[in-house]
């Protein structure tokens, strides 16, 4: 069975230190993975799409990585309003979401 | 383009009532999902459609239903509430299966 497995669920970081967030999949054929932002009470919002393992994509303060087994959404001199749930889909036979890594960014 | 849009934002309903979220989308996608998200919890597929008339189940069908007549909306039906369907619900729509999925602002439902 597909699975998503995001790490970790929560990170707390202060303004300008730059992390990374994990996502960790099993798919029998991976036809696409899929980054979201989710503020609290609204629906995710795409970042990015990664089709094949070595693919990077970049949006302002974010960089997302993908290799055959994770993918990872590195943030580099995060800002406050850079908080928000981060959430990551495989997109097998169906879509699979993680549960997602609530991120934390203090001025 | 107003994108994805979904009605009710927030309801109440009793156990064993009835009701359905409405979802439009003014992109020309032929792909809608329904999703719900509980808290600590990945989003789960309820039905899916890939083009008017045609639907399918995902991975948590039970206690729902769908239909889709126009391309543009696909509402979701639930038949004899149940607390466990206590929930934020969430419709989606993409172009093709493989591209981006886009998200309505969510259905809060609250089932007493």
């Known amino acids: 069975e597909d699975q998503v497995t995001q790490s970790p669920e929560a990170l707390r970081l202060q303004e300008g230190e730059s992390s990374s967030l994990n996502c960790s999949y099993t798919?029998?054929?991976?036809?696409?993975l899929f980054w979201y932002r989710q503020d609290p009470g609204k629906g995710p919002e795409f970042l990015f799409t990664?089709?094949?393992a070595g693919e990077e994509k970049e949006k302002e303060r974010l960089k997302a990585t993908l290799t055959k087994k994770e993918s990872f959404l590195h943030i580099t001199a995060p800002k406050p309003e850079d908080s928000a749930t981060y959430l990551c889909?495989?997109?097998?036979?169906?879509?699979?979401f993680g549960a997602g890594t609530r991120l934390t960014v203090k001025p | 383009n107003a994108g994805v849009t979904q009605t009710p934002k927030f309801r109440i309903l009793k156990i064993g009532q009835s009701m359905t979220l409405q979802c439009t989308q003014d992109?020309?996608?032929?792909?809608m999902y329904w999703y719900r998200q509980d808290p600590g919890m990945g989003l789960k597929l309820i039905y899916y459609?890939?083009?008017?008339?045609?639907?399918d189940k995902g991975e948590v069908p039970n206690g729902y239903n769908v239909s889709r007549s126009t391309t543009e909306d696909f509402p979701l039906r639930l038949e004899l509430a149940a607390p466990s369907q206590t929930s934020v619900y969430f419709c989606?729509?993409?172009?093709?299966?493989?591209?981006?999925?886009?998200f309505g602002p969510g259905t809060r439902l609250l089932v007493l």
């Open positions: 992109m020309n996608h032929n792909y």
């Open positions: 990664l089709y094949s």
């Open positions: 459609s890939v083009g008017a008339g045609i639907t």
């Open positions: 889909a495989v997109r097998g036979n169906d879509m699979r």
């Open positions: 798919v029998s054929g991976l036809r696409g």
């Open positions: 989606a729509s993409s172009r093709t299966a493989t591209e981006t999925q886009y």
